[in-house]
Protein backbone atom coordinates (compact mmCIF):
# COMPACT_ATOMS: atom_id res chain seq x y z
CA UNK A 1 0.00 0.00 0.00
CA UNK A 2 1.01 3.63 -0.66
CA UNK A 3 1.70 5.93 2.41
CA UNK A 4 -1.68 7.87 1.31
CA UNK A 5 -3.48 4.34 1.28
CA UNK A 6 -1.90 3.10 5.24
CA UNK A 7 -3.59 6.65 6.44
CA UNK A 8 -6.30 6.29 5.31
CA UNK A 9 -6.57 2.11 6.76
CA UNK A 10 -5.31 3.12 9.92
CA UNK A 11 -7.62 6.14 10.26
CA UNK A 12 -10.55 3.68 9.83
CA UNK A 13 -9.27 0.75 12.50
CA UNK A 14 -9.25 3.64 15.02
CA UNK A 15 -12.27 4.75 14.27
CA UNK A 16 -13.43 1.05 14.01
CA UNK A 17 -11.77 0.94 17.68
CA UNK A 18 -13.10 3.93 19.27
CA UNK A 19 -16.23 2.98 18.22
CA UNK A 20 -16.25 -0.69 19.50
CA UNK A 21 -15.00 0.72 23.22
CA UNK A 22 -17.70 3.00 23.34
CA UNK A 23 -20.69 0.46 22.64
CA UNK A 24 -18.28 -2.15 24.48
CA UNK A 25 -21.70 -3.06 26.38
CA UNK A 26 -22.87 -5.13 23.35
CA UNK A 27 -19.63 -6.60 22.41
CA UNK A 28 -18.96 -10.24 24.23
CA UNK A 29 -16.00 -12.40 24.54
CA UNK A 30 -15.48 -15.75 23.03
CA UNK A 31 -12.57 -17.75 21.64
CA UNK A 32 -14.66 -19.46 19.39
CA UNK A 33 -13.96 -20.30 15.94
CA UNK A 34 -14.32 -19.34 12.84
CA UNK A 35 -14.73 -15.82 13.73
CA UNK A 36 -18.46 -14.38 12.86
CA UNK A 37 -17.82 -10.48 13.53
CA UNK A 38 -15.53 -9.91 10.83
CA UNK A 39 -17.17 -6.98 8.72
CA UNK A 40 -19.93 -6.49 11.16
CA UNK A 41 -20.43 -3.34 13.26
CA UNK A 42 -19.73 -2.47 16.28
CA UNK A 43 -22.94 -0.61 16.78
CA UNK A 44 -24.76 -3.84 15.81
CA UNK A 45 -22.77 -5.95 18.27
CA UNK A 46 -20.48 -8.45 17.95
CA UNK A 47 -18.51 -11.46 19.87
CA UNK A 48 -15.01 -12.06 19.52
CA UNK A 49 -12.04 -12.34 21.59
CA UNK A 50 -8.42 -10.09 21.69
CA UNK A 51 -7.11 -11.66 18.43
CA UNK A 52 -10.46 -11.66 16.33
CA UNK A 53 -11.29 -7.84 17.33
CA UNK A 54 -7.68 -7.32 15.95
CA UNK A 55 -8.71 -9.01 12.97
CA UNK A 56 -12.28 -7.73 13.23
CA UNK A 57 -10.45 -3.76 12.96
CA UNK A 58 -7.93 -4.80 9.86
CA UNK A 59 -11.23 -6.30 8.20
CA UNK A 60 -13.13 -3.51 8.50
CA UNK A 61 -10.56 -1.38 6.92
CA UNK A 62 -10.60 -3.63 4.24
CA UNK A 63 -14.27 -3.51 3.80
CA UNK A 64 -14.01 0.22 3.33
CA UNK A 65 -11.21 0.82 1.25
CA UNK A 66 -11.17 0.65 -2.79
CA UNK A 67 -8.21 -1.47 -1.70
CA UNK A 68 -7.18 -4.44 -0.37
CA UNK A 69 -6.04 -4.61 3.31
CA UNK A 70 -4.27 -7.66 4.19
CA UNK A 71 -5.58 -9.98 6.95
CA UNK A 72 -2.96 -9.96 10.11
CA UNK A 73 -2.93 -13.40 10.29
CA UNK A 74 -1.28 -14.05 6.96
CA UNK A 75 -4.11 -15.97 5.85
CA UNK A 76 -3.22 -16.92 2.04
CA UNK A 77 -4.66 -15.77 -0.70
CA UNK A 78 -8.25 -16.77 -1.82
CA UNK A 79 -8.41 -17.30 2.28
CA UNK A 80 -8.13 -14.06 3.79
CA UNK A 81 -10.22 -13.10 6.32
CA UNK A 82 -11.60 -16.60 6.31
CA UNK A 83 -12.25 -16.24 10.49
CA UNK A 84 -9.34 -18.65 11.17
CA UNK A 85 -6.32 -17.22 13.22
CA UNK A 86 -5.39 -16.22 16.61
CA UNK A 87 -2.51 -14.66 18.62
CA UNK A 88 0.05 -17.06 17.49
CA UNK A 89 -0.96 -16.55 13.66
CA UNK A 90 -0.71 -12.60 14.70
CA UNK A 91 2.83 -13.30 15.97
CA UNK A 92 3.72 -15.52 13.22
CA UNK A 93 2.55 -13.73 9.93
CA UNK A 94 4.25 -10.60 11.33
CA UNK A 95 7.13 -11.89 13.32
CA UNK A 96 9.95 -9.92 11.16
CA UNK A 97 8.28 -6.80 11.34
CA UNK A 98 9.32 -6.48 15.15
CA UNK A 99 8.86 -2.77 16.86
CA UNK A 100 11.59 -2.48 19.37
CA UNK A 101 9.69 -1.36 22.65
CA UNK A 102 12.07 2.30 22.74
CA UNK A 103 10.54 2.97 19.56
CA UNK A 104 7.21 5.08 18.52
CA UNK A 105 4.21 2.74 18.03
CA UNK A 106 1.88 3.48 15.20
CA UNK A 107 -1.92 2.93 15.44
CA UNK A 108 -2.74 -1.04 14.11
CA UNK A 109 0.76 -2.30 15.94
CA UNK A 110 0.26 -5.18 17.55
CA UNK A 111 1.20 -6.08 21.17
CA UNK A 112 1.71 -9.54 21.86
CA UNK A 113 1.34 -10.92 25.64
CA UNK A 114 1.99 -14.52 27.12
CA UNK A 115 4.75 -16.42 28.75
CA UNK A 116 6.68 -17.31 25.67
CA UNK A 117 6.76 -16.39 22.32
CA UNK A 118 5.83 -20.40 21.66
CA UNK A 119 3.41 -19.55 23.76
CA UNK A 120 1.16 -16.15 23.34
CA UNK A 121 -2.07 -15.89 24.72
CA UNK A 122 -3.47 -12.55 24.59
CA UNK A 123 -2.74 -9.38 22.07
CA UNK A 124 -4.19 -5.55 22.28
CA UNK A 125 -4.14 -2.85 18.78
CA UNK A 126 -2.35 0.21 19.34
CA UNK A 127 -5.30 3.25 18.46
CA UNK A 128 -3.37 6.26 19.25
CA UNK A 129 0.46 6.52 18.41
CA UNK A 130 3.14 7.48 20.88
CA UNK A 131 5.78 5.71 22.77
CA UNK A 132 5.77 2.98 25.67
CA UNK A 133 4.32 5.51 27.83
CA UNK A 134 1.92 7.52 25.52
CA UNK A 135 0.27 5.41 23.23
CA UNK A 136 -2.77 3.57 23.78
CA UNK A 137 -3.97 0.55 23.09
CA UNK A 138 -7.63 -1.36 22.93
CA UNK A 139 -7.81 -4.65 24.29
CA UNK A 140 -10.74 -7.17 24.09
CA UNK A 141 -9.03 -9.93 26.43
CA UNK A 142 -12.54 -10.32 28.40
CA UNK A 143 -16.29 -9.62 28.64
CA UNK A 144 -15.67 -6.01 29.95
CA UNK A 145 -14.13 -5.37 27.02
CA UNK A 146 -12.66 -3.54 24.55
CA UNK A 147 -11.61 -0.98 26.29
CA UNK A 148 -8.27 1.53 26.26
CA UNK A 149 -5.34 0.45 28.29
CA UNK A 150 -1.27 1.44 27.72
CA UNK A 151 1.44 -0.85 26.51
CA UNK A 152 2.63 -2.02 29.65
CA UNK A 153 -0.65 -2.53 31.14
CA UNK A 154 0.10 -6.38 32.01
CA UNK A 155 3.94 -7.88 32.98
CA UNK A 156 4.01 -10.66 30.44
CA UNK A 157 4.70 -7.83 27.61
CA UNK A 158 6.53 -10.32 24.66
CA UNK A 159 6.67 -7.80 21.39
CA UNK A 160 5.55 -5.38 19.54
CA UNK A 161 4.76 -6.17 15.97
CA UNK A 162 3.82 -3.95 12.92
CA UNK A 163 1.30 -5.76 10.49
CA UNK A 164 2.16 -6.52 6.98
CA UNK A 165 -0.51 -4.05 5.58
CA UNK A 166 0.90 -1.35 7.83
CA UNK A 167 4.44 -1.70 7.39
Known sequence: ??????????????????RSEAV?????????RPMT????????GYTAD?????????KWADKWLPFHVKDPNGRPAGSHYDGW?????????NARRRVPLNRRFFLG????????????GH???CRQGGDAATSVWSSHGNEAGPY?????????LLVVVRAEALA
Open 1 to 18: MTPTEKKKARRIIRRYLE
Open 24 to 32: RAGIHYSQA
Open 37 to 44: HLGVSPEQ
Open 50 to 58: CSGYVTGAF
Open 85 to 93: GYTGTLLAA
Open 109 to 120: DIALYGPSLSRT
Open 123 to 125: CTI
Open 148 to 156: PTRLHYRRD
